[in-house]
């Protein structure tokens, strides 16, 4: 059953980092800058795949299963600073694009 917060980890990190990309597709269809729930959205699955990813390594602690704590804890640190990084990257960009000056102009 812990197994599943992995991969609810691995897609809600996903997601995360494609609902920027949603945003410029219809941003530039629609014209529409209306888009906080996308937003929101982001982060949300942002934070909540780093939280997947909390509650297994606290179900790995009180299985006492250090190897395995040991052996991907370098991992999933750098996996997270990168879904974080990325994931305010991604919506600072979608931000830059659909409420930049140029952008009233068209």
Not at 60 to 82: H, M, R, Y
Request: one cysteine or more; aromatic letters at 10%; charged letters at 15%.
């Amino acid at each position: 059953m812990y197994g599943w917060l992995n991969v609810g980890s691995l897609l809600l990190g996903l997601a995360a980092l494609i609902i920027p990309v949603i945003i410029i597709v219809r941003y530039k269809k629609t014209g529409n800058r209306n888009q906080s729930v996308l937003y929101t959205t982001s982060m949300c699955a942002c934070a909540l795949s780093l939280f997947f990813q909390i509650c297994y390594n606290d179900h790995l602690v009180k299985i006492k299963d250090w190897s395995a704590l040991s052996d991907t804890s370098e991992a999933v640190v750098s996996g997270a600073l990168n879904l974080l990084l990325g994931t305010i990257l991604f919506n600072i960009i979608a931000l830059v694009i659909c409420y930049s000056k140029k952008a009233d102009r068209k």
